[in-house]
């Protein structure tokens, strides 16, 4: 029990490292309001993944992209991914806006059914990226535009 715990627990140290990194390389990219190279360029696909670029992924889009939705001054954030324990499971949802700044994250039990998230967006606009963390499929980025919220 105590080994399974450990390998969790590096995956989860390299997870945060990746997050760490994923922001150093690409803050600059993010000013501007564009972010193309965030979701095309040659990070996608390699350190992180998205719907249009899934690296060796290719067969987990559906179950591992985040599916972001608006609702007034909150996003609600939904991965379509069965949870199994702590063997596969979502760790959690982070939510960036435009310059990578965290906004809000939420953290998920490996025994829930569904990793579903409600974040409040209000006074941001533009790009908000959300980044879906799998234990076993590393992180999976997608964005929603929003308008200025007050």
């Not at 080994?3 to 490292?17: G, P, S």
């Not at 063997?87 to 959690?92: N, Q």
Request: net charge positive.
């Amino acid at each position: 029990m105590l080994k399974l715990y450990l390998q969790v627990y590096i995956k989860c140290f390299k997870k945060f490292f990746i997050l760490i990194l994923l922001k150093f390389l690409i803050v600059i990219s993010l000013r501007s309001e564009e972010n193309s190279y965030l979701l095309k360029g040659p990070l996608a696909g390699s350190l992180y993944y998205t719907a249009e670029k899934p690296g060796r992924w290719k067969e987990l889009i559906e179950s591992h992209t985040p599916i972001i939705t608006k609702n007034k001054n909150k996003i609600e954030v939904i991965t379509n991914h069965e949870m199994r324990g702590v063997e596969h499971y979502i760790i959690k949802h982070v939510v960036f806006d435009k310059e990578f700044k965290i906004i809000s994250e939420v953290k998920f039990q490996p025994s829930i059914s569904i990793p579903s998230s409600s974040h409040n967006i209000s006074g941001y606009s533009g790009k908000v990226f959300v980044l879906s963390i799998c234990n076993q499929h590393d992180n999976w980025l997608d964005f929603i535009s929003i308008d200025k919220i007050d």
